[in-house]
């Protein structure tokens, strides 16, 4: 009888062991984000926006910004690359995020960008599966891609007043979402873009203008006469097929 009682006593801790609730482990992930066809989506004041969110009880786990460099151009557009190749260096913009998790958490990360280009802004999500303790910070960590361009019209300016015959001259800047720039020899070519301008007249039937590349500005160009007096409502619509990246930049202004 002594024998048995010893013997479930001695039971008692190590069932207690077995029973006890897992703790909380430190679990590190770190989100690039890229430009589809680009580079990493930098910046310190207004870069990209990052959740991460338990998939399955909508809890948020972290949130915050990216920040860093765009990172080593050589590095990323390197065509000999090969699939497994780490494209960030170490001043690549990027989000830490040290999770506390106690069991397994499958996790969407939602990634929204660039909040610098409001009219460029986008959101890309992603799921997987995240373990306790298993840093998530290996190569790029979790990388996620945002598609797009970015449209910003430099001329006219949003409700200028125009004198009715005037020729007024339309330029416009198209950039990737990192804010890599189209020239003519580089990497991102001006000569993939096609860059259309519609203009509505009082509430008209649109007019299509084609824009061409002007090198000394890099900006892409073309001349619109005003000639009715009244409301400009414009539109601007930018494509990269190679990468299918599109972008629109709207303003309106006034001829009288």
């Not at 995020?97 to 909040?115: E, K």
């Not at 800047?173 to 000569?191: D, E, F, K, N, Y």
């Not at 409301?231 to 930018?238: C, F, G, M, N, S």
């Amino acid at each position: 009888m002594r024998l048995r009682l010893l013997t479930a006593l001695l039971a008692v801790p190590m069932l207690t062991s077995l029973s006890a609730p897992a703790r909380a482990e430190r679990t590190d992930v770190d989100v690039r984000v890229m430009a589809r066809g680009a580079k990493f989506l930098g910046g310190y004041a207004a870069p990209v926006r990052v959740v991460l969110t338990d998939a399955d009880t909508g809890e948020t786990l972290a949130r915050g910004l990216t920040a860093g460099t765009t990172g080593d151009t050589a590095r990323i557009m390197d065509a000999k690359a090969g699939r497994d190749k780490t494209l960030s260096s170490q001043d690549s913009a990027v989000f830490h995020a040290s999770l506390d998790i106690d069991r397994p958490r499958r996790v969407t990360l939602s990634a929204t960008g660039p909040l610098s280009q409001p009219q460029a802004t986008t959101t890309a999500t992603s799921t997987q599966w995240i373990l306790p303790g298993r840093h998530l910070t290996g190569g790029d960590g979790w990388r996620v891609e945002l598609p797009g361009l970015i449209v910003d019209l430099a001329s006219p300016v949003a409700y200028q007043q125009v004198k009715a015959g005037t020729v007024l001259p339309l330029r416009v800047g198209v950039t990737l979402l990192c804010g890599c720039a189209l020239s003519l020899q580089g990497p991102w070519r001006a000569g993939d873009a096609a860059v259309e301008a519609y203009l509505v007249i009082n509430g008209g039937a649109p007019l299509r203008y084609p824009l061409t590349f002007d090198p000394a500005s890099s900006t892409f160009t073309t001349d619109v006469h005003a000639t009715a007096a009244g409301l400009y409502e414009l539109e601007v619509r930018a494509w990269m097929a190679r990468d299918n990246n599109a972008g629109v930049g709207r303003t309106a202004f006034f001829v009288h």
